[in-house]
């Protein structure tokens, strides 16, 4: 069945990128529109959900956009419907647009923005454009932020070393243009950001007020700071860390005179920003959790997170426990503390969440309320830990609690990156080795999740919702 479908793509595939494909799904019977989500503006009649689908054949991919009017009820079909487009890293809904951002190893990626035509049909906007590699995003009044840190430009040392930078794209998503901050001042250095020697990166970028709150994430010593004071920053009995040469690949790479990861694994900082020009931050420290992200490979997943009244969740799900070498583990347990709104430092809030769940967590999401959507590990940290997360749990912030969602069929393969929230549900797209993707809407309440629109292609790597622009 897969093939005839696919078959079908294959030949779209002759039209250009820019091109659009019509959509001819039916609306399931459904004649109301979804109830918005927190801080989304009412959708419009004719607005629509939006899926980015793959279906995979004989090692060709290809990737399409297609639409519904309903999450809760139906089937929709890849199969000469949709706009195929090139794929994305992630798929990113943001004010009535959709963006791919792609993430390329270390080099430039190509990101492209979508739009929702009053007839309901996907379209691709005019401008493409290569953005700097992004390890975590955020999102900020208008902009969408890419975010990495890499080697500056500007402040090399005595031994030639640059010092370690933020790296900022700003998407301007009404404008449709990109630009990057000004590294060449020295200002964005991410060298001793704590004052500890070690370089950092920064892990999502959550808005709360005109303040954005990004996890801090420590990455250890680089051969600028390693260099600086000849190694002082190097912790007692820790020398034996220090490369003595290059060695690794991809995410692993590291070079002589380095410490890969860490040397603070029991500490949780947050930078707050009075805006998104990233200057000027105050520090929120915590020594309750560890660092506040998940990770997989180089990409480092947003666990800082706003609830609907404003106050600030930061989840750690201790991903230090996954450290080879002792004095890089944590020992604390996967938690979260917060910061209330309009706060700069942490109150006593704290709940173990590892003691709750029997395990630690990949990342979460806000689920609406004071609730919040966790993807779960299949194991403990420890020996046999493989890293698969394929369960989903619902925390409660007010009363510190969690439950495993039911409802959720065993043959899960993949989760989707992202998840939506309206009507008093959350709503998460899940890929299943023995069938179509499924999108299953979760009362946040019961954490009881039922099967909702079924969509027929291998897998479902994004879904939001966007309401009809004009271009």
């Not at 942490?346 to 609730?371: H, K, Q, S």
């Not at 020996?383 to 394929?390: H, N, S, V, W």
Request: net charge negative.
């Amino acid at each position: 069945m897969r093939k005839s479908y696919l078959s079908g793509l294959m030949a779209l595939m002759l039209v250009p990128s820019f091109a659009m494909v019509s959509c001819s799904e039916n609306n399931n019977g459904i004649d109301d529109e979804p109830t918005p989500g927190p801080g989304e503006e009412t959708p419009s009649y004719n607005g629509r959900f939006v899926f980015a689908a793959q279906v995979d054949d004989r090692g060709t991919t290809a990737n399409t956009l297609i639409t519904s009017s309903s999450l809760d009820e139906g089937t929709i079909s890849a199969e000469n419907n949709g706009l195929l487009n090139e794929g994305a890293t992630q798929w990113i809904f943001y004010r009535n647009y959709l963006y791919a951002l792609t993430y390329n190893q270390g080099n430039a990626g190509t990101t492209r923005s979508y739009y929702l035509n009053k007839d309901g049909e996907m379209r691709a906007r005019d401008i493409e454009y290569r953005i700097s590699r992004f390890s975590s995003y955020g999102m900020y009044d208008q902009y969408i932020l890419a975010m990495s840190t890499g080697a500056g430009t500007t402040g090399a040392d005595s031994h030639g070393y640059y010092p370690q930078t933020l790296l900022v794209t700003y998407l301007d998503v009404e404008n449709e243009t990109a630009t990057s901050n000004n590294t060449s001042t020295g200002v964005y250095s991410m060298e001793n950001f704590l004052g500890n020697g070690e370089y950092v990166t920064l892990s999502g970028a959550e808005q709360s007020g005109t303040h954005l709150y990004c996890g801090v994430i420590p990455m250890g010593l680089s051969q600028y700071g390693y260099a600086d004071g000849d190694g002082k920053w190097v912790r007692p009995g820790n020398d034996d860390l220090v490369k003595k040469e290059d060695g690794g690949t991809g995410a692993g790479a590291y070079q002589a005179g380095t410490i890969s990861g860490t040397q603070y694994p029991d500490d949780c900082w947050v930078a707050i920003y009075p805006n998104a020009d990233f200057q000027n931050p105050v520090i929120a420290h915590t020594q309750k959790i560890s660092y506040p992200a998940g990770r997989f490979r180089s990409q480092y997943y947003q666990t800082v997170w706003k609830a609907d009244n404003g106050d600030v969740y930061v989840f750690s799900p201790s991903y230090a426990k996954t450290q080879t070498d002792a004095r890089q583990q944590t020992v604390l347990p996967a938690g979260v503390c917060r910061i209330p709104a309009g706060a700069t430092d942490f109150d006593d809030y704290y709940c173990n969440i590892e003691a709750l769940a029997g395990r630690g967590f990949m990342r979460c999401w806000p689920a609406g309320g004071n609730y919040f959507i966790m993807q779960m590990y299949n194991e403990p940290y420890g020996e046999g830990f493989t890293g698969t997360a394929m369960q989903l749990a619902i925390f409660d912030a007010d009363s510190k609690t969690l439950k495993y969602v039911t409802g959720l069929p065993q043959s899960i393969s993949t989760i989707a990156k992202d998840v939506y929230v309206s009507g008093g549900k959350v709503y998460v797209a899940v890929t299943k080795t023995d069938g179509n993707p499924v999108i299953y809407g979760i009362d946040p309440s019961t954490a009881a999740a039922g099967e909702g629109l079924s969509i027929i292609a291998d897998s479902v790597t994004g879904f939001g919702y966007l309401t009809p622009q004009a271009q």
